[in-house]
């Protein structure tokens, strides 16, 4: 019996070892695609349609498909080139087959000009624009599996930079290569599945979820660019038929996409489009921006029940500033697609109006209208009645206009808007909950060896990309590297603060021993070097742990400052979270909307100006926030406290350009300029309610993330001061209401608005800092988060513990002034138009007029505001907005 174990053992031995090193046997179709001339055809597309499987050519025109044995129709296309279907039998190995692939030739059909002398692009746009939301909504659900590689290069590096980089392990022409193989689920209105299977990286990344390319779609805009499919695309294109061809039997139009206006948010390139059906064929289209360019290719095909999805994309982008130079590829190549379509959508409707041209049409109203006997024309219009019937009247609206031969551009858009609604005519009324994109990582995602890669990577690596991963086949060298980079970046990390992973629950971050946001300065603490900590534990549930400690020295009064908060999110769901907070500080009397401390800092030391003015605080404090449910939120706080009274210890500055003297440190509040604040102690607790109807939210895992909503959000806001409590020498009440909003207008641009009026109800003990702030400025230079400030006012001069109200209306746009003339246009500034207005009791009405541009230099504002008094003029000037604290967004 031994010797049969033993036997059985070594047999089974013997095939695991082959097996290993000779990975398991497959079968398919490889070879080269070409041109004439013998030249690669990079990304040309490789496809199955019977199987709705395929795969996509690399860089060096090379393709490898894995399949059963069998026979097969494969299918190569390219845009510019005629598609070639070539049968081939698999039987135990890969079949050999380079492709040679012929220009396409274009034919001019047969179109009927308009008497305006319209090009005959317009009247294939206009059904394709019409058509397109029933290609955005035709899918419910789908499932497929991506192949994503990313390719990168960093061409050229200033010599200024080079050093650096260099010892960052980033060299010239060295070439970096992600790629990922994931299966992908998606379901409307936008739930995403993602589950990688396997993911490596030569460099430090691993780009893991390819949802962002598989779901880029021109049935709408994406990310503000205008799609040649909107129903505005008439308003900022003109199209230009250059040619059709014959493709499998379709009949397909190559337009040309011509922007009408310079801009970033436009496309330049080509379209192909489907006759008769409409819909996408192929795209190949660029974006020129400033220090960035973009082509993106998309080839769609049929993978069932008359549904087009794109089957190979590869999109190229081209960065180029100062000096700086660098490429970057993708590549996704999609198969296996399973789709359900839209039940809530008349499939059948559709296939039918797109099944019969104006001609067919034409003559089915001929032969109805021809002289027959009377009982045949009843049943005739009997019928019709009946058939009629089972389509709604918007659908009679849409066969109507799409039968028309000629569509005015008001009509496009009126098809295009009675399509969508006829989509989401039977659509139950959308959940609050968008699509949640969850990813599940495998276990063996980045432990699959080279052969494992190399038996499922449906798109082979050129020689280059295989080269860059040589240095993490030997463990020991890369090892090697990782160690000193380790070193160089743990030394720029103690020096100038990072952030430090201890495993995949606890996260630790600080600020450095040298770090920008170390130092301040101001007439009171003079020099104030402080040490931030930041811990966070982030359990598997979502649940948060949080604590936030603040150390620091200043040195003009030789004095310690201290806080720490710790906040624990017990409900992620529903946002809930408790929080306590404690320390002694110097703080702003303007505490919540005050001058940012950097901005202090430079104004002190080179203006001689000393626009913060500070108290030191005793104090501890607790808060609660929760969603009552979903758009209701409340938030209590309260804050016991001891509030002394500090005065300016030194003069210093570096510049004195106005030769003048420091102001004492008071707030200039009217009325109470020369007053210093007595030492005193403050009980304060405060509410704040919030409700946004309809407020939508996307599902991160378990954790809710607050979206945007139609509607604007409404607060209200009590805050007391109770005198006697722990000694406290506060009496105060203060009730306000707001109302604001954020919203779009398609092309018209972005509107923002806040209006806000309070009150204090009693304030027979009320102290500086519990008066009513507002954000205002007064230096040339401030923050960017600059949407509800005030431009000409200091940040105490309308404080007020009566009555108030203000508000702010803003609206930007890519195109008001500056940017309609070519030296700006192409740029990515964007421009504004704003007002500010604010009333006290104490001071004479506040209006700000101002324009701005955004995003000059693509982190900077520039504005222009002028301000009057109670009607008077009393401020003209320049502001500088700049990104401070991660404040920098760019927007298209």
């Not at 960052?168 to 689920?185: K, P």
């Not at 590297?481 to 971050?509: A, C, P, Q």
């Not at 909503?709 to 009496?731: A, I, M, Q």
């Not at 702010?808 to 940017?819: F, M, N, P, T, V």
């Amino acid at each position: 019996m031994l010797n049969h174990f033993l036997v059985l053992a070594f047999t089974i031995l013997i095939q695991v070892t082959s097996i290993m090193n000779n990975p398991i046997s497959a079968q398919g179709v490889e070879g080269y695609v070409t041109d004439p001339a013998g030249q690669p055809i990079a990304f040309a597309t490789v496809y199955i349609a019977e199987l709705h499987h395929g795969t996509t050519a690399n860089e060096d025109g090379h393709f490898r498909l894995k399949l059963n044995p069998g026979a097969y129709n494969v299918r190569f296309q390219y845009l510019g080139y005629n598609t070639q279907v070539h049968k081939v039998v698999v039987s135990e190995d890969y079949v050999s087959l380079d492709v040679v692939m012929e220009e396409q030739v274009y034919d001019l059909p047969v179109f009927t000009i308009t008497a305006g002398g319209q090009d005959p692009a317009y009247y294939i746009m206009r059904r394709a624009i019409s058509l397109s939301q029933y290609y955005l909504n035709q899918v419910s659900a789908y499932s497929c599996e991506v192949y994503l590689k990313g390719t990168g290069v960093v061409e050229r590096i200033p010599s200024i930079l080079r050093r650096q980089m260099e010892r960052e392990g980033v060299t010239e022409d060295e070439y970096f290569v992600t790629e990922t193989i994931s299966e992908i689920q998606y379901q409307i209105p936008g739930q995403i599945k993602t589950r990688v299977i396997s993911t490596r990286s030569s460099g430090d990344d691993n780009q893991t979820n390819p949802m962002a390319f598989v779901t880029m779609s021109l049935y709408r805009d994406i990310n503000g660019i205008i799609s040649p499919l909107s129903r505005s695309a008439f308003q900022v294109y003109r199209f230009q038929l250059e040619g059709s061809f014959m493709d499998d039997g379709d009949q397909v139009h190559k337009i040309r996409v011509i922007p009408r206006r310079s801009g970033h948010d436009l496309y330049n390139g080509h379209i192909f489009i489907r006759e008769g059906s409409w819909n996408l064929h192929t795209v190949d289209l660029r974006i020129e921006q400033p220090m960035f360019s973009a082509e993106m290719r998309q080839v769609y095909n049929d993978v069932g029940s008359g549904v087009w999805m794109p089957v190979s994309q590869d999109y190229v982008f081209k960065i180029s500033a100062m000096g700086f130079h660098m490429r970057y590829a993708y590549l996704a190549s999609v198969s296996g697609y399973e789709i359900t379509l839209n039940p809530n959508i008349d499939h059948d409707f559709y296939a039918q109006l797109m099944g019969r041209t104006p001609e067919a049409f034409r003559l089915e109203r001929m032969d109805a209208a021809l002289v027959i006997s009377g009982k045949q024309q009843e049943e005739i219009e009997k019928k019709a009645t009946e058939e009629t019937d089972t389509h709604t009247a918007r659908q009679r609206r849409i066969a109507d206009l799409m039968l028309k031969e000629d569509l005015t551009g008001r009509e496009v858009r009126r098809l295009n808007r009675l399509i969508r609604r006829e989509a989401e005519a039977n659509q139950p009324r959308p959940s609050l909950e968008l699509g949640d994109y969850s990813m599940e990582i495998d276990d063996s995602a980045r432990v699959w060896t080279a052969n494992q890669w190399a038996q499922h990577r449906p798109v082979p690596l050129t020689p280059e990309e295989l080269d860059t991963f040589k240095e993490t086949t030997d463990g020991t060298e890369a090892d090697t590297l990782s160690e000193s980079l380790s070193r160089k970046n743990t030394l720029s990390e103690i020096l100038s603060g990072g952030t430090r992973v201890i495993d995949k629950h606890w996260r630790l971050s600080h600020n450095g021993l040298i770090g920008l946001s170390s130092f301040d300065y101001n007439t009171v603490n003079g020099l104030h070097y402080s040490k931030q900590i930041n811990l966070i534990y982030a359990a598997p549930d979502d649940r948060r742990f949080h604590l936030l400690t603040k150390t620091g020295w200043a040195f003009a009064r030789n004095s310690l400052t201290i806080s720490a908060t710790t906040d624990y999110r017990y409900n992620p769901f529903r946002r809930a979270g408790i929080g306590i907070t404690g320390g002694k500080v110097s703080s702003d009397f303007n505490d919540a909307q005050g001058i940012n401390r950097l901005i202090n800092t430079a104004t002190t030391l080179f203006m001689k100006e000393n626009p913060l003015k500070l108290y030191e605080k005793s104090f501890v404090g607790a808060y609660h926030e929760t969603d009552i449910i979903n758009g209701l939120v409340l938030r209590t706080t309260m804050e016991y406290s001891q509030r002394n009274p500090l005065q300016n210890n030194t003069s210093f500055s570096i510049l004195n350009p106005k030769d003048k003297n420091f102001s004492p440190n008071i707030p200039g509040i009217p009325g109470m300029e020369d007053q210093i604040m007595q030492a005193h102690r403050a009980f304060v607790v405060d509410a704040r309610v919030t409700y946004t109807h309809r407020h939508y939210y996307r599902l991160m895992g378990e954790r809710k993330q607050m979206l945007y909503s139609n509607y604007p959000s409404l607060s209200l806001f009590y805050r007391e001061g109770l005198k006697g409590l722990l000694g406290s020498d506060t009496r105060f009440r203060q009730l306000e209401a707001s109302i604001s909003h954020s919203f779009e207008l398609r092309l018209a641009g972005q509107f923002l608005y806040s209006l806000h009026a309070g009150k204090f109800i009693k304030d027979d003990h009320i102290f500086t800092p519990d008066f009513k702030h507002f954000q205002g400025n007064e230096t040339l230079f401030m923050s960017n988060d600059g949407t509800n400030r005030f431009r000409t006012i200091n940040f105490y001069e309308y404080s007020t513990g009566d009555r108030y109200a203000f508000g702010h209306l803003q609206y930007s746009h890519g195109r008001i002034i500056l940017k309609r003339l070519p030296l700006l246009n192409r740029t990515l500034i964007r421009e504004k138009l704003f007002i500010n207005a604010l009333a006290i009791p104490e001071r004479e009405t506040l209006i700000e007029l101002g324009y701005g541009l955004n995003q000059v230099g693509l982190l900077f504002t520039l504005e222009f505001v002028t301000g009057f008094s109670g009607g008077k003029h009393h401020y003209t000037g320049f502001r500088i907005g700049i990104p401070l604290g991660g404040q920098a967004t760019i927007r298209m």
